[in-house]
């Protein structure tokens, strides 16, 4: 099985850390999500349908996220996935070393251009 | 989460999961319909955008699974409706996989026990055995060469000695005949085995010669089945022939000798042999029946063990026997040899080991069948679900898996065919066991079920899983969707299936109908050939004289009164005595010599001699060619009867009634003596009798003539009894209607007909031929059952193609040619291979088995000739169904 070919691209983790900020913003359901990481990214980030519902169970059974019956905009039912005490810790940490991880980049790539 | 919360709460994910992306779907359709898309289209692109739902939805749900062992039991599961679809063959699979894995388990738990199986002692591969050897004949040695070998040698550790008896054993107030082992002081230590309980005995008290006692040991089975496993038969007294022995020590548990399979009940010190015949025969040089044993150093190796003794054999031939007269004439032709011990000495293992690798080369054969056979089955399976594999790979099925789901229904056949074989050919074996006779070979054998024979059992299975899986599985894993789809409608050909099944099946087929062919025309044409003794209406019994305590006057007597009663019963035709049984691979030799009226000597220095009583030839049916049989008379020279061929020996071209034979005397050359004391008169000379056993040729004999009630030097009355009758009833009951009334109470008469004995006899030949029965019989049905069933198949799936071909005007017979053309091929390839085959099997099992074996060129043909009509019966079935097909009916049916 092929987990993270839908992540090809992006860095081991930010999957979870985009839809974990997302969540951090407001519960949403899984088409919302897809809509608002594209929406906020200016179209720059296409998350695949492939990655984010295994992405969601694999948060969902770590405990970061639940998920509740709900409605949709539309008035249908549907599954709301809302952000857990744990989630929002575990957010704080990668968010802590990701942006280690980007200032170290920053520095590498500013040092090669001179 | 635990992992068990995860499995109940998983179900309810699993739910949100679909609901979550159908409302995906739902609001993406709905997003394209604003755009203007109409409802059918957005639908559709919404999918499209989206990706297959099920692999996404099983890829996510597979975050809650242990996803390798989850879509394993789905396997599992989906394997064993398919078998339950179909529980008439999937039957028929597992037991014709049953019946071969247990007729392999049967065959190799024998295998096992007597071949390969060592003694139960640390090591046994260490073990050495020195024996005296010629030819299939192994003697032991004698105590002198024991000695001498046990200073001279350097590669063992140590050598010890044992040999084996049979002697009343007196427990309180109860005598019976018991089996007696002998061992050397320093067995234990050789052997590195520790008492069940109490002690061994040790060298020095072997050495002391029971001057302080005779220690003795028990063996386990004795212990439980005399003293009930309790510790108060430490210390008991038991009477060997009249010699007190104290009990010391129980053995372990599974040690049973070093005779294999003998269970003797005691174990004595050597030196007990002094005490019962004196320390003057006890050391004879003569007497070569020592075995000897040595475990090899460190470093040393049995190609040592031989070269040494290759440098000191005349050394220790020379010192042994400082006269010569034993090691350098009578048993010149005799080699010292040693080979490896880890068996002991064991009878069964020099009698069995051969027919039983030809039983296990003809299992794997069967084994090869039964695999096939499988193959075919899981084949038509796989063909038949054609569209489920075409479906699976559109949906994104790996080709592994494919192979895995043939594989894991493979497995499902063959592991309750293992688990059934293994049960059935545990009984097998018994059986097996049972019909290894009980007279000169044994009937006891502890067959235990252990790792090994499970191990190798398993091993078998699994390689028949695999070799019957595989092909199906790469048939399976080769279906291309999409010509798959387009073949659906269409009618499959069987062509590129299983027809080199066919080939292999009818080759295998014929290789064992004519081993079995071959083992069975030898055992009727040792049964019926003329071999010197009639046996129908002839019984022979066992007075069991030695169970008395009678002196050799008192055992003439009694069994003259004896004879003369069983004579006088109406129905009796003739009876005599004789000094062994036939039949039992008993053999003597003693050295004999002839003077020709050439004056030339004739030296016989081993013909087989046996006393007889004058009614024994007519009692065991051994025509007498020449002269008469008659009785001694008082003063005269004793008489006596040559076999056919012992006459032509001693006396090559005249008659040799009349003359007279010497014995040899010892230390003299033949004819340098001429006692008449010590020679008999020929009065008659009688036909050859493979005596000893039916499958050895028929030994020289010299039957020395006894009067039955007179007593003379040397006779002592065996009170074996052969008797002709009317009948084997009328016989049987004279002779235990005389022991009634002659014999003394207590004592026991055993009877047996003449023809048991020979069935006994040939135990190991019908053990073959029923087991190679068995296998031919299970070949020719798998064969049988191959063919009909993917004959049956391709008319089933061809017969739209012939109904139309039969619309369009083929004839009947133009339709069974083109039927049967690629089925004749097969066949005929089947019996070319066939026929050669088993013309290398045939020379393989002679080889094996050095007796002339019956058979030939006629045998194989004939096989063939009976595997290819049941080919054509099994093929005809099918045939006539598709000569018999109704075009409309085939038209109108899909």
Redesign the interface.
Known sequence: ?E?NSANRGLFPGALEMMILQSLRYKPM???AL?KHIQQVSDDLLQVE??SL??A???M??Q?WVE?KEGV???G????IYRLTQAGRRHLEEEITSFEKMFAGIARVMATAKV | MSWFSTIFTRRRHYRDLSVTIAEHLEERTEELMDEGMPRDEAEHTARREFGNVALLEERSRAEWQWPRLESLWADVRLAARQLLRSPGISFITVLTLALGIGANTAVFTLTWNIVLAGLPVPHPEQLVQYTMTKGNSVIGLSWPEYTILRQRQNTSSDLLAWNSDEEPVRQGSYTHSEKIQLLTGNAFRVLGIQPAMGRFFDEAEDEAQGAKGVPAILSYEAWQSRFHGEASALGQSLNVKGHPVTIVGVMPRGFEGLTANLHPMLYLPMSFEVLEEGEKDATNAGQLDRYVMGRLLPGKTLRDARAELQAITPTVRKEADPTGIFLGQFFKDFRLVVEPGRSGVSWVKMVYERPLLVLELLMVLVLALCCVNTTLVMLARVSGRQSEYVVRVALGAGKMRLVRQVLIETTLLVVPGLLGGVFAGWLGAHALVAMLGDRGTPSQMDLRPNAVILAVNTAAAILVALGAGLWPALHAAGTNPAKGMKAQSRSLSSKHLGGWAISLQIAVSITLVAAAALLGGTLVHLMTENNGLRVQNAVIADLNLNDLKLKSNQRVALTSRVLQRVQSTPGVEAAGYISAYPMTGYFSATRMFSVDRNQIIHSKPSLFLLQATAGYFDAAGTRILTGKVSANEAGAINNCVLSESLAHALFPDQSAVGELVYHSKMGLPDGADMDPQRACRVTAVVEDAKFVSLRSPAPEMLYDIENAGVERKFYDPSGILVVRGKNTTVAADAVKEAAREMMPQGTTTSVQTLGQLMDQDLSRERMLVSLSGIFAVLALLLTALGLYGLLMRSVTLRTRELGIRMALGAGRGSILASLSRRVLIEVAIGVAGGLALAWMTEGVVRRLLTEPQSGSAVGIAVSGGVVLLIAVLAAAVPAIRAARIDPMEALRAE
């Open positions: 099985m987990k359901h899984g088409y897809v349908e492939g519902y295994p969601l169970q694999r969902l059974k405990g998920s949709s905009a539309k249908r039912p549907t599954r």
